[in-house]
């Protein structure tokens, strides 16, 4: 073993640390190698979704100690460059997962013994209210302690700026550098200042459920069709009470829950993992939904940022859409009513990422809407709401990962206002007689029938992570000239930021900040996005195909055709 590991974890035995916490690391010295290494090897790091890990002891894990460190280095950062501000003022928020509230309480002291003002939410809260919450109070950073679906043994960090969104460059950087700095725990000011934090709860709630409100473009379509019947699950997470209040504030009746999963748990204990990509996470609440003959059916994560959807086929199954196909209803539906309500000034936009579906792009053509791509990760997206706020109006937009958002006055993926929104199209849909399947199929007619699949390569602890950094470095220095059979024709390297045609024989600059991310595109319309994972142990793989659909008879000929397309392009990458 690296004798840095094992002296990284003896400070632990002689510092300021409680009695459990040298108890375990003495006994991880004595018997347990592998997971020392784990707990010591590194220090965790912001990524694109802030610091994230599996909750234990050691400075590769979550604890009061790796939070406590990541809040004093925040709190130092936020004094140096806030010096002007006679009073700085953060706001703390938890999800509903183990230690959540230990963690947020320790965030809050933190700040509070830095002479901070602090607002606390009475209870778990979903994470985009709390960054509604820093524009309304003027804040000058948040903290909101969540790892969003990963599974029961993980907790995580994610820190906010003043603008509402996750801390960018060169924060993100600047923050870690003051956070290493802190050598000993004595530094970290632990002892709170009562006076100094304000709990806020349920009259807040409704300021912020008023604002999504305002968001409803459709409300006599609703009216009409306000009892069309809904299921959602919160899947023991932090939408348990916000997304049915923002559904009835829109005009919906028939809201129906999945009671055990209405249970706050952070052991998720009826389902495998938490998360709304995954089919037996919706399970319930299908079963719910073809008992009681619903229309929509609505699945957000843990902290409410993200939401899965099912909706009937055109066979009258319920059948679970990916964040793709759910991104291209809810950007058509904004931009489709933008236009009915004449609302359109000449100035709006949408945001995807570069992993989300070009079809999106397709659409705001179409229409005359502006459109940017972005890296993964909503920070990336709120930088370019801050750029144009004031010049040009955010329409709405979002990312392949179930995560979207519409208006401006929250900066981070937004489950509360999706849900509303998706609801609201289901009833704008049923309104003009067709169901949210058969606008989605009108949606591949008029532009093209996208498809698309994500591979995930997971490779676990130290080890892993030098496995996938070599399977990125191969695929820079070995590119495939085909896949499954269509020749690449344009590589697309956001490290490098080198973008290559092979067709036009060009090779130009990516004017983006730098992101271990690679892009293949091939001659039959084909696009394969690598990416690391900036949160999870894995390597993501992004296959997109196309082709043309002329007519709803043929939809499910020309989709075994794209799902054959996918199968032999992780076929022929050996994924």
Known sequence: ???????????????????ATKKQVKYLLENDEKELIESFYKDLEFGTGGM????????NKINIYTVGAATQGLANYIKNSFKDIKQIKVVVAHDCRNNSRLFAETVANIFSANQMKVYLFESLRPTPELSFAIRHFGCQSGVVITASHNPKEYNGYKAYWDDGAQVNAPHDKNIIELVNNIKDTNEIKFNGIKENIEIIGEEFDKLYINKVKSLSLSPEAIERQKDIKIVYTPIHGTGVKLVPQALKAYGFRNIYNIPEQDIINGNFPTVISPNPENAEALEMAIKKAK?????????????????GIAIKDLNNNFVLLNGNQTASLFVYYLIKKHVENNLMKGNEYIIKTIVTTELLIDIAKKYGVGYFDTFTGFKFIAEIIRKYEGKKLFIGGGEESYGYLAGEFVRDKDAVIASALIAEAAAWTKDNNKSLFELLIDIYIEFDFYKEALVNVVRKGKSGAEAIQKMMS??????????AGSKVIEIKDYKLLRHENFVKNTVKKINMSVSNVLQFFTANGSKITIRPSGTEPKIKFYVSVKANLNNKEEFEKVNSQ?????KNIINDMKL
């Open 1 to 19: 073993m690296d004798s840095k590991i094992r002296n990284k974890a003896k400070k632990w035995l002689t510092g300021n640390y409680d009695d």
């Open 52 to 59: 994230r890990g599996i909750m234990g002891v050691g400075t």
């Open 291 to 307: 008992e009681i003959d619903a229309e929509l059916v609505l699945a957000t994560d843990p902290d409410t940022d993200r939401v």
């Open 474 to 483: 191969d695929y820079r220095k070995n590119p495939p000239k085909k896949i």
């Open 562 to 566: 794209l799902e054959n397309k996918i």
